[in-house]
């Protein structure tokens, strides 16, 4: 979704200008005008024109952050990252999937082995061709660190056929594997290297006069046009994320991406726009359903989601920059009811309602037990988060307090299920796999969250997007996780330089070569 929104910098002592930031209605179709906003009492015909300056793309850059797209997780660093790389396949922010690398595909009668052959002509940056054993050795490495290792539960292996095909070999059927295999592709003796060798429009280089980014002459798309159109990009060094929003305000970097879900994202107050991009990260609230006496029938997890006003949370805490949800999936996807997710909403009636039938635990020496919340102390906006809902639940009659630890002691309460609920934020993939929730041993399946039935739907609806309704009706009913919000990123620009820019997930320079998934798609192959 594209903003606009705009407002008036406070630039030094000696020009007294008004300031101002808020956000403002969709306004997707923007066509810039260089309109001027107007000070109380002022004529329109005073207004005088200006020469506009022509400015250059110029971008932040961490240069104690990685470049390696396979495991640099810096928001900063990987808006380069999406000029020097490219996938299998781009992913737009429509959740569509556009072919890349991929010239052509195969997949298997029951959808748990796809196949996937190399655009013949493509060639990294040094001019020699992306091979089989180049995707191969990519997967490997990105299914070990933790950026990407999140959307593979399922991927069993990666092979190299006699016919120089990649099977990506699968536990499960997948309908929509293409949106994970978005992942740049590095070549094979690169995949440890900081800044590897890429397949994308620009290549990095630093000297003496500092960092840029270089166009491509050879490029193997050649002169494919992409958002981004400078010869030479300049790269600003920063170290901080409060340098990146100063350089996007007072300095010179054009474009910027920053998550306000992060435990240190920095407000931006300024004339921009504004792109809010699906995210992935999921906060929820983690119940304890084996080791907590609060949920030996089950009941108390059906009613926690009435108790909980997301929508104020969100506001005192993140300023209304993220999606309130009650499902476990990004407002955005196409299987996001809002019908049903209206049936779990807060409703202080309801859950009083239900209170009055429900036991609290008692003490052994009498009394109502309290309900510990969980909640990783590093990131202040959680932990206000996690201590509004106790007061809360304290208040509609459930006594509950807060522990707040550090990441490490955090982790560890949770593996040892020292907690009644917890405040949790994970990354989901693209497809909002839940996998890892309810699968036996899951890494995510703290406080006995695995369950058989949930687990078989979440393959289910890996297989047939449309099965994910009824897993998330079954979810919201069981109340195991409760989600809270959804996050997205937000992409800001300086109004008008880049008219091009449509960003994705994990892709700010999002561009595609004019082919879609039916263009390159060989017969279904039947065992």
């Given at each position: 979704?594209?903003?606009?929104?705009?407002?008036?910098?406070?630039?030094?002592?000696?020009?007294?200008?008004?300031?101002?930031?808020?956000?403002?209605?969709?306004?997707?179709?923007?066509?810039?005008?260089?309109?001027?906003?107007?000070m109380e009492g002022q004529d329109p015909e005073d207004i005088m024109p200006e020469e506009e300056d022509t400015q250059e793309l110029t971008l932040a850059y961490y240069p104690d952050n990685s470049l390696n797209p396979?495991?640099?997780?810096?928001?900063?660093?990987?808006?380069?990252?999406?000029?020097?790389?490219?996938?299998?396949?781009?992913?737009?922010?429509?959740?569509?999937?556009?072919?890349?690398?991929?010239?052509?595909?195969?997949?298997?009668?029951?959808?748990?082995?796809?196949?996937?052959?190399?655009?013949?002509?493509?060639?990294?940056?040094?001019?020699?061709?992306?091979?089989?054993?180049?995707?191969?050795?990519?997967?490997?490495?990105?299914?070990?660190?933790?950026?990407?290792?999140?959307?593979?539960?399922?991927?069993?292996?990666?092979?190299?056929?006699?016919?120089?095909?990649?099977?990506?070999?699968?536990?499960?059927?997948?309908?929509?594997?293409?949106?994970?295999?978005?992942?740049?592709?590095?070549?094979?003796?690169?995949?440890?290297?900081?800044?590897?060798?890429?397949?994308?429009?620009?290549?990095?280089?630093?000297?003496?006069?500092?960092?840029?980014?270089?166009?491509?002459?050879?490029?193997?798309?050649?002169?494919?046009?992409?958002?981004?159109?400078?010869?030479?990009?300049?790269?600003?060094?920063?170290?901080?994320?409060?340098?990146?929003?100063?350089?996007?305000?007072?300095?010179?970097?054009?474009?910027?991406?920053?998550?306000?879900?992060?435990?240190?994202?920095?407000?931006?107050?300024?004339?921009?726009?504004?792109?809010?991009?699906?995210?992935?990260?999921?906060?929820?609230?983690?119940?304890?359903?084996?080791?907590?006496?609060?949920?030996?029938?089950?009941?108390?997890?059906?009613?926690?989601?009435?108790?909980?006003?997301?929508?104020?949370?969100?506001?005192?805490?993140?300023?209304?920059?993220?999606?309130?949800?009650?499902?476990?999936?990004?407002?955005?996807?196409?299987?996001?009811?809002?019908?049903?997710?209206?049936?779990?909403?807060?409703?202080?009636?309801?859950?009083?309602?239900?209170?009055?039938?429900?036991?609290?635990?008692?003490?052994?020496?009498?009394?109502?037990?309290?309900?510990?919340?969980?909640?990783?102390?590093?990131?202040?906006?959680?932990?206000?988060?996690?201590?509004?809902?106790?007061?809360?639940?304290?208040?509609?009659?459930?006594?509950?307090?807060?522990?707040?630890?550090?990441?490490?002691?955090?982790?560890?309460?949770?593996?040892?299920?020292?907690?009644?609920?917890?405040?949790?934020?994970?990354?989901?993939?693209?497809?909002?796999?839940?996998?890892?929730?309810?699968?036996?041993?899951?890494?995510?399946?703290?406080?006995?969250?695995?369950?058989?039935?949930?687990?078989?739907?979440?393959?289910?609806?890996?297989?047939?997007?449309?099965?994910?309704?009824?897993?998330?009706?079954?979810?919201?009913?069981?109340?195991?996780?409760?989600?809270?919000?959804?996050?997205?990123?937000?992409?800001?620009?300086?109004?008008?330089?880049?008219?091009?820019?449509?960003?994705?997930?994990?892709?700010?320079?999002?561009?595609?070569?004019?082919?879609?998934?039916?263009?390159?798609?060989?017969?279904?192959?039947?065992?």
């Amino acid at each position: 979704m594209k903003k606009l929104l705009s407002a008036f910098l406070a630039l030094s002592l000696i020009a007294a200008l008004l300031v101002g930031c808020g956000r403002t209605i969709d306004n997707s179709g923007y066509v810039p005008t260089g309109d001027a906003i107007l000070m109380e009492g002022q004529d329109p015909e005073d207004i005088m024109p200006e020469e506009e300056d022509t400015q250059e793309l110029t971008l932040a850059y961490y240069p104690d952050n990685s470049l390696n797209p396979l495991f640099g997780s810096n928001y900063t660093n990987r808006v380069l990252m999406s000029l020097m790389y490219q996938g299998l396949f781009a992913v737009n922010n429509k959740k569509q999937a556009t072919p890349i690398l991929c010239s052509s595909y195969r997949v298997s009668a029951d959808a748990a082995q796809w196949v996937f052959y190399l655009e013949s002509n493509a060639t990294f940056s040094d001019g020699t061709h992306v091979t089989p054993q180049d995707v191969v050795a990519t997967y490997e490495k990105a299914k070990e660190n933790d950026y990407y290792k999140g959307r593979f539960f399922h991927l069993h292996s990666v092979t190299i056929l006699e016919d120089n095909g990649i099977a990506f070999n699968l536990d499960t059927p997948y309908e929509n594997l293409p949106l994970l295999l978005d992942v740049p592709i590095v070549k094979s003796s690169e995949v440890d290297a900081d800044i590897p060798l890429g397949t994308g429009p620009y290549t990095f280089s630093e000297g003496v006069g500092g960092a840029n980014l270089y166009r491509n002459p050879a490029w193997w798309c050649g002169s494919l046009k992409i958002p981004a159109t400078d010869p030479t990009i300049t790269l600003v060094d920063v170290s901080t994320v409060g340098e990146v929003r100063d350089e996007f305000q007072f300095g010179e970097v054009s474009v910027v991406c920053t998550n306000p879900m992060s435990a240190i994202f920095a407000e931006y107050r300024s004339d921009y726009e504004l792109w809010e991009i699906e995210s992935g990260y999921m906060l929820y609230l983690g119940c304890n359903v084996t080791y907590s006496s609060f949920f030996d029938d089950g009941t108390l997890r059906t009613m926690l989601t009435y108790a909980l006003d997301r929508e104020t949370l969100a506001q005192d805490n993140y300023k209304g920059m993220v999606d309130c949800v009650t499902l476990p999936c990004a407002p955005t996807e196409v299987y996001y009811s809002k019908t049903l997710a209206q049936e779990y909403e807060y409703d202080s009636l309801k859950f009083l309602e239900k209170m009055s039938a429900y036991r609290i635990p008692q003490k052994k020496g009498g009394g109502n037990q309290e309900m510990k919340l969980l909640v990783n102390s590093d990131d202040s906006a959680r932990v206000n988060i996690a201590r509004s809902i106790a007061a809360t639940l304290t208040d509609l009659g459930l006594p509950c307090s807060t522990l707040e630890y550090g990441a490490a002691a955090y982790k560890t309460c949770l593996q040892n299920s020292n907690f009644d609920i917890y405040l949790g934020l994970t990354r989901l993939s693209p497809t909002m796999d839940l996998t890892d929730f309810f699968r036996p041993w899951g890494e995510m399946g703290w406080g006995g969250l695995a369950n058989d039935h949930l687990y078989d739907l979440t393959l289910k609806s890996l297989e047939n997007s449309g099965t994910y309704s009824s897993l998330y009706k079954l979810l919201a009913d069981d109340g195991r996780i409760i989600p809270l919000m959804f996050g997205h990123y937000n992409v800001y620009a300086q109004r008008g330089l880049i008219p091009d820019l449509n960003p994705a997930r994990d892709n700010v320079f999002y561009y595609s070569l004019g082919k879609n998934m039916s263009d390159i798609q060989q017969p279904t192959v039947y065992d």
